[in-house]
Nanobody, 125 residues
Framework: QVQLVESGGGLVQAGGSLRLSCAAS????????MGWFRQAPGKEREFVAT??????YYADSVKGRFTVSRDNAKNMVYLHMNSLKPEDTAVYYC????????????????????WGQGTQVTVSS
C-alpha cells in the first residue's frame, strides 16, 4: 500500500503563486507516474498534470502556468503554480499509478491506484 499526503495549499490572490507537495510512503514506491488532479465545488475531479518518468504532461488550462516535478530520492512530487486565477480554486489531489501507459492514459483519473486526501487552494480575485 502507498500513502500520499499533500501539503502547501492555501489562500492566494490572483496572479500569485503556490507550491504543492506530495509525500509518498508505504511499500516500495516505484510508481511509473504521479499525477495531480483538482476538484472544484459542484464539478468533477479533473486532470491537471502528470509526471511519467521524466516526461511532464499538462491540461491545456494550466499549460505555461503550472510545472510538475518529481524527486524520486525523496519520494516527493511537486506542483508549482504560477499566475493563479480564481478558476484554479479547488481541492488538489496527488495520485500514483501502478501501470505503465501513455501520457493520455495518465490524464484519466480511473488509471490511478492511490490518492491523497487533498489540499485546498483558494484564489481570490
Amino acid at each position: 500500500q502507498v500513502q500520499l499526503v499533500e501539503s502547501g495549499g492555501g489562500l492566494v490572490q490572483a496572479g500569485g503563486s503556490l507550491r504543492l507537495s506530495c509525500a509518498a510512503s508505504g511499500r516500495t514506491f516505484s510508481s511509473p507516474a504521479m499525477g495531480w488532479f483538482r476538484q472544484a465545488p459542484g464539478k468533477e475531479r479533473e486532470f491537471v498534470a502528470t509526471m511519467s518518468g521524466n516526461r511532464p504532461y499538462y491540461a491545456d488550462s494550466v499549460k505555461g502556468r503550472f510545472t510538475v516535478s518529481r524527486d524520486n530520492a525523496k519520494n516527493m512530487v511537486y506542483l508549482h503554480m504560477n499566475s493563479l486565477k480564481p478558476e484554479d480554486t479547488a481541492v488538489y489531489y496527488c495520485a500514483a499509478a501502478r501501470l505503465i501507459g501513455s501520457s493520455h492514459y495518465y490524464t484519466q483519473r480511473g488509471n490511478y491506484d492511490y490518492w491523497g486526501q487533498g489540499t485546498q487552494v483558494t484564489v481570490s480575485s
